[in-house]
């Protein structure tokens, strides 16, 4: 029997050499340690409604999805997205030729990059950006081209800079990936500038991926626009969602693509050689979920808009700048009022120091040094949980 030879090559591909574990597992693994209050990771810490779960109990019971469910996703989930799209949006899909299941949102992004992109393709995305973004556009052996929000004090918010988007924009760029409402920075894009973009990938020509998956999640007077709603933009952009974060149940891992045709199709054929299919029961039971009335969603949006207040005013009492967020459930917030800098430095001793977790923005940003001094926590959390964690942060402005 030959053993394995030895090779001085590092076995991780050049593409992905610069991706090693992600800050989610180092955070996590820190507040297990240490018993912390993990405020980092995006996950509820109890389940979605009672007859949701219930409904995936039944599907097991009744043998539906415990084997293969078709490729595209089982026909009644597929029929409640394409009427969830209509109802809320005005938008007509096939739920046959025009919506795609997906094992989250998470594999929707790469299977879309990975159908729609040819090596030395640009994309141009919002910094900060989820994390998967830059893995998928590498794996495509596309390029990134990052263009940064910036932060407005003064309106506490993060705003995109149309004048640099543009500019972003070569003869080698092929597609645009926007995520709203936005992921770290709580920014829910205006229907101006949603206006802008649309036109600009007219414009030029370009496809557009929209990661959408917090838009039943805006506070205040933000208002979730699908870019699919605006002119020119139906047949070019590929609109993702999750359940994930709508009902709470993210260990399911249902999303879904809704999109023309042909892209739908494109997408598809990548998606089909990574899970082939996933989530069989889940499936069932979130399209009875889509199917909720809305006070299930509004009860939802007030939850967390009453936790996002709790968090977000506890950390300003803890000396902390806080940019409260229009949307999703994570607040951005900058450490240089209490003197700190470094965002990776605090958020690895904060547990120790206060017994929170939290993630360094950083990580999220092609120019480390734009997001340098911000940190992420997140409110999807009970209240008593947020409130203990509220007190102990509190010790950092002593």
Request: glycine share 8%; proline share 6%; hydrophobic share 45%.
């Amino acid at each position: 029997m030959t053993g394995m030879t030895s090779s001085a090559r590092p076995f991780l591909n050049r593409r992905l050499a610069e991706f090693g574990t992600t800050i989610f597992a180092e955070m996590s693994a820190l507040a297990v340690r240490t018993g912390a209050i993990n405020l980092g990771q995006g996950f509820p810490d109890t389940d979605g409604p009672e007859e949701i779960r219930e409904a995936a109990v039944r599907a097991l019971r009744d043998g539906r999805g415990n084997q293969y469910p078709p490729g595209p996703g089982v026909p009644e989930l597929r029929a409640a997205i394409a009427a969830h799209q209509a109802r809320r949006y005005g938008l007509a899909f096939d739920p046959d030729t025009e919506v795609l299941v997906t094992a989250g949102a998470t594999e929707a992004i790469a299977a879309a990059l990975l159908a729609l992109l040819e090596p030395g393709d640009e994309v141009v995305a919002l910094e900060p950006y989820y994390d998967s973004y830059a893995a998928c556009i590498a794996m495509a052996g596309a390029t990134r081209v990052p263009v940064t929000l910036r932060p407005d004090p003064e309106q506490a918010r993060f705003r995109l800079d149309l004048d640099e988007l543009r500019a972003a924009v070569t003869d080698r760029t092929r597609l645009l990936l926007v995520n709203t409402p936005h992921n770290p920075t709580g920014t829910v894009l205006t229907r101006e500038e949603l206006t802008a973009i649309a036109a600009l990938a007219v414009e030029r020509d370009l496809l557009v991926v929209t990661d959408e998956v917090y838009e039943h999640l805006v506070f205040d007077e933000a208002e979730h626009v699908p870019l699919a709603t605006l002119p020119g933009m139906r047949e070019r952009t590929v609109t993702i969602g999750s359940a994930g974060k709508t009902f709470s149940f993210t260990g399911w891992k249902v999303g879904w693509v809704t999109a023309a045709p042909g892209l739908v199709t494109a997408v598809r054929s990548a998606k089909q050689y990574l899970t082939y299919v996933s989530s069989g029961p889940f499936q069932y039971a979130v399209a009875e979920a889509l199917s909720l009335p809305d006070t299930y969603f509004d009860a939802f949006r007030a939850d967390m808009l009453a936790k996002r207040d709790l968090l977000a005013a506890g950390l300003a009492e803890a000396g902390f700048a806080v940019f409260r967020p229009a949307g999703t459930y994570f607040v951005t917030t900058d450490i240089r009022p209490l003197g700190e800098s470094d965002g990776f430095a605090f958020c690895r001793s904060l547990p120790e120091r206060a017994g929170v977790v939290a993630i360094p923005n950083a990580v999220f940003y092609d120019h480390r040094e734009a997001g340098a001094p911000f940190v992420r926590f997140a409110f999807c959390k009970r209240a008593g949980v947020l409130e203990e964690a509220v007190t102990r942060l509190k010790a950092l402005a002593g």
